[in-house]
């Protein structure tokens, strides 16, 4: 995920950003990254001005040039990095802890732990083929995502992969997430994270990576 400028920008840093004009998913994980860079540079989130689109509409109205910026993740990220040389101003290396979640409906999880084990380590083991054969990956997603193998392969190689039981440092990172939220009226209220966690047995949460 990045803050994209188009090619020919005269923007080249996140503080050039005040009181331009920023498209994004309202509530996405770019959102937080947008507020942590921003912040990150002496602004607040009032400072610019959000246009809150999803991806596809988010793109047309970068490359007609109606929004300054663009906050996105891949694989539009590398597709406009690649069709429209849409350049970087801040990723989120350093500044944002990116996770994927899968969901399962508490009563199932408690009843059917060793679902939940055998289903982590199939997530891992698929992760580290994809790791290890990018190209065959690349042959595979390339289709499903109407994209050039290029731009796919980039997006393949950029993807973290691998699966556990949720940890601690987690639950804090999305905490953190959920406090910002709500202070931007995101969300109605406050909200616990570890409420929603479930607690895995010491077998799966000592699971190996």
Known sequence: EAILVPKDSPIRSVAELKGKKIALNKGSNVHYLLVRALESAGLQYRDIQPVYLPPADARAAFERGSVDAWVIWDPFQAAAEAQLQARTLRDGQGLVSNHQFYLAARPFAERNPSVISTL???????????????????????????????????????????????????????????????????????????DAVWAAPKSIAQYPE
């Open 120 to 194: 982590i380590g199939e997530i891992r083991d698929i992760g580290r083929w994809v790791e290890a054969n990018p190209d065959q990956a690349t042959e595979q997603v390339a289709p499903l995502l109407g994209l050039s193998r290029e731009i796919t392969r980039k997006a393949v190689i950029r993807q973290g992969y691998g699966a556990r039981p949720i940890t601690p440092e987690v639950v804090r990172a999305q905490q953190r997430i959920a406090d910002t939220f709500a202070e931007l009226r995101l969300i109605p209220r406050k909200l616990v994270i570890q």
